[in-house]
C-alpha cells in the first residue's frame, strides 16, 4: 500500500494505519474566507469614438440652446382658406424669406383642411421677416394669422389661463372682437367697452398651450341694446394702436 507523504504536512498519517484508533493531525494551514468586494471594471472608449458619452451631453445642450433651432424657425399660421395647398401656401411665404417647408394640416378621418398649416423657414431671420410682413394679412379673403410657434407654458401659468377662462360670464348678448393686439389683456379689454355699455365679462382667446393672444376675444353685456351700442359705436375703433373689428357673436 502506497503512502502519500510530503516534507511539510501528511496527508495520511503512517502511525494512523498501525494504530487506527489513535488521533492524529494534519499540518495543513488553517483556511480564512472573506467576503469578495465587487470590482467595478472602468469604461474603456475605443480611439476612433473617444468620451462617447460626454460628447452627446455637449450636442444635446448645445441643440437646446441653439437659436436657428426648428422651433425657432417654425411659424403657425391660421385662418387660411380650406383650399389653399401645400405648394400654395409656400409660394405666398417664399415672398418675405427662404422656405424649408410648408405643410397645412388635414382632418384624417374628413380629408379637408383644418385651416391651419406650419412653415418652416430657412433662418431665425426668414421666420421673424414672414411674421412681420404677413400676419394680418389676407388671403382668399381671410385674414391669417401668423407667429412663431412657441414652448408650452409652466404649469403656474397654464393655470392661472384656466382660471381666467372659467371667469367668464357667458350671456347670449355677446359680441366678437377681432384684429386685437397682442398688447391687449382681458381687463384692457373689459375696460374698453365698459365705456359704451354695461359689461359682464371679457375674455381674450389664446393660442392653445400658450399665453400667447390670438388676436381676437369677447365682450358680454346684459343687454341687446349694450351690444348695438358697442356694436355702433366701437367697430374700427382703435385699441392699443389697431383698428378692431365687433360684431355680434
Known sequence: ????????????????????????????????????????????????NPRRFNAVAE??????????????????VGNIPRTVTNDELQKIVEEHGAVEKAEVMYDKYSGRSRRFA????????????????L???????????????EKPLATLDLAFLQAEESQFIDSPHKVYVG??????????LKSFFAEKGKVL??????????????????VSFSSEEDVEA???????AVLDGQKIRVNKA
Not at 230 to 236: D, G, K, Q, R
Request: no cysteine; proline share 7%; glycine share 4%.
Open 1 to 48: 500500500m502506497a503512502i502519500l507523504s510530503s516534507s511539510s504536512s501528511s496527508i495520511i498519517s503512517p502511525s494512523f494505519l498501525q494504530n487506527p484508533r489513535n488521533p492524529f493531525k494534519t499540518h495543513l494551514p488553517k483556511l480564512h474566507f472573506y467576503p469578495l468586494k465587487p470590482q467595478i471594471a472602468p469604461l474603456k472608449f475605443t480611439h476612433s
Open 59 to 76: 450636442d444635446t445642450s448645445v441643440a437646446t440652446a441653439d437659436p436657428s433651432s426648428v422651433a425657432a424657425r417654425r411659424l403657425y
Open 118 to 133: 406650419f412653415v418652416t423657414m430657412k433662418t431665425v431671420e426668414d421666420a421673424n421677416a414672414a411674421v412681420e410682413k
Open 135 to 149: 400676419n394680418g394679412t389676407e388671403i382668399g379673403g381671410r385674414e391669417i394669422k401668423v407667429n412663431v410657434t
Open 179 to 188: 384684429n386685437l393686439a397682442k398688447t391687449v389683456t382681458t381687463d384692457s
Open 201 to 218: 365679462s371679457a375674455k381674450v382667446s389664446r393660442v392653445p398651450g400658450t399665453s400667447k393672444s390670438s388676436g381676437y376675444g369677447f
Open 230 to 236: 358697442a356694436i355702433s359705436s366701437l367697430n374700427n
